[in-house]
Antibody, heavy 119, light 108 residues
Framework: EVQLVESGGGLVQPGGSLRLSCAAS????????MHWVRQAPGKGLVWVSR????????NYADSVKGRFTISRDNAKNTVYLQMNSLRAEDTAVYYCARAGDSSGYLDSWGQGTLVTVSS | SSELTQDPAVSVALGQTVRITCQGD??????ASWYQQKPGQAPVLVIYGQNNRPSGIPDRFSGSSSGNTASLTITGAQAEDEADYYCNSRDSSGNHVVFGGGTKLTVL
């Protein structure tokens, strides 16, 4: 069974940093692109970032480019999202998701971790 | 990057058929996929590719596409289908992924 478990969320002040982790199990992690998607309270899904199978290619939404960094450790079956210079508008539940293929569909999702940016 | 546009809300009578649409320039080049999200839960993939259902998704869910518009059709809507539905696809550059704003489906 595919499992994705996010961790690392919490309360952080504006301008602060946080690193999210997503531990994967139940599949060959190194064979799949991975994504982060966020959802502000009461709002819709917003794509954040993606990383290819070996970490050599990454893409970011314009709203986080230059502040967030996605990475992965295939030995640990884990994908990360380093978030710097956090803003109030980054407050959201952050989901990691597995890409079914390169077309962009996301076939498995974690339960999400809440990030709150507030003073 | 391209945007995907969805109607904010749609309603359907129990047992009837409903179509939820998604419009965007990127859909001329890439298929849309569709997700169901119930309150307090993570999204679940219900349709991907030309018209593929993951294991466990009822066959009352189907997808189609024409030009810049993708559609999710629920044939014989059930009470448990009441949820938010999101489309997504790659944008026209192919380097970004985009989501529609979501459609809240009410089953009457």
């Amino acid at each position: 069974e595919v499992q994705l478990v996010e961790s690392g969320g919490g309360l952080v002040q504006p301008g602060g940093s946080l690193r999210l982790s997503c531990a994967a199990s139940g599949f060959t992690f190194s064979s799949y692109w991975m994504h982060w998607v966020r959802q502000a309270p009461g709002k819709g899904l917003v794509w954040v970032s993606r990383i290819d199978t070996d970490g050599s290619s990454t893409n970011y939404a314009d709203s986080v480019k230059g502040r967030f960094t996605i990475s992965r450790d295939n030995a640990k079956n884990t994908v990360y999202l380093q978030m710097n210079s956090l803003r109030a508008e980054d407050t959201a539940v952050y989901y990691c998701a597995r890409a079914g293929d390169s077309s962009g569909y996301l076939d498995s999702w974690g339960q999400g971790t809440l990030v709150t940016v507030s003073s | 990057s391209s945007e995907l546009t969805q109607d904010p809300a749609v309603s359907v009578a129990l047992g009837q058929t409903v179509r939820i649409t998604c419009q965007g320039d990127g859909l001329r080049s890439y298929y849309a996929s569709w997700y169901q999200q119930k309150p307090g839960q993570a999204p679940v993939l219900v349709i991907y590719g030309q018209n593929n259902r993951p294991s466990g998704i009822p066959d009352r869910f189907s997808g189609s596409s024409s030009g810049n518009t993708a559609s999710l059709t629920i044939t014989g809507a059930q009470a448990e289908d009441e949820a938010d539905y999101y489309c997504n696809s790659r944008d026209s550059s192919g380097n970004h992924v985009v989501f529609g704003g979501g459609t809240k489906l009410t089953v009457l």
